[in-house]
């Protein structure tokens, strides 16, 4: 089993700046592809960014967030990151991490952490 706790959500004007990081425990962490995925109030979760289990130039990100957000991974840690810099109002959410997947869909990842929530403040 698998189990993702996330860490580093909080408020914040907008244009200011956050990292999110992502604990993994179980089996063995640096296999796995890891990604973000956020939910707002009233609406689908949706992908952020993901990145290959060795990282480098595998990583993906949603057009909303490209250029702004940043993944990372350390391995030796067991750790994900996503560093959120010049934040909008819109990225409001709950951040999740998700491990073992492959693409866009929430459908496509087989595990979640429970969330950690960002507010940005306009």
């Known amino acids: 089993q698998v189990q993702l706790a996330e860490f580093g959500g909080g408020s914040v004007q907008a244009g200011g700046s956050l990292r999110l990081s992502c604990a993994v425990s179980?089996?063995?962490?640096?296999?796995?592809?890891m990604g973000w995925f956020r939910q707002a109030p009233g609406k689908e979760r949706e992908f952020v960014a993901s990145?290959?289990?060795?990282?480098?130039?595998?990583?993906y990100y949603a057009d909303s967030v490209k250029g702004r957000f940043t993944i990372s991974r350390d391995n030796a840690k067991n750790t994900v990151y996503l560093q959120m810099n010049s934040l909008k109002p819109e990225d409001t959410a709950v951040y999740y991490c998700?491990?073992?997947?492959?693409?866009?869909?929430?459908?496509?990842?087989?595990?979640w952490g429970k969330g950690t929530l960002v507010t940005v403040s306009s």
């Open positions: 990145i290959s289990w060795s990282g480098g130039t595998s990583v």
């Open positions: 179980g089996r063995t962490f640096r296999v796995y592809a």
């Open positions: 998700a491990a073992d997947g492959l693409g866009r869909s929430k459908s496509d990842w087989a595990y």
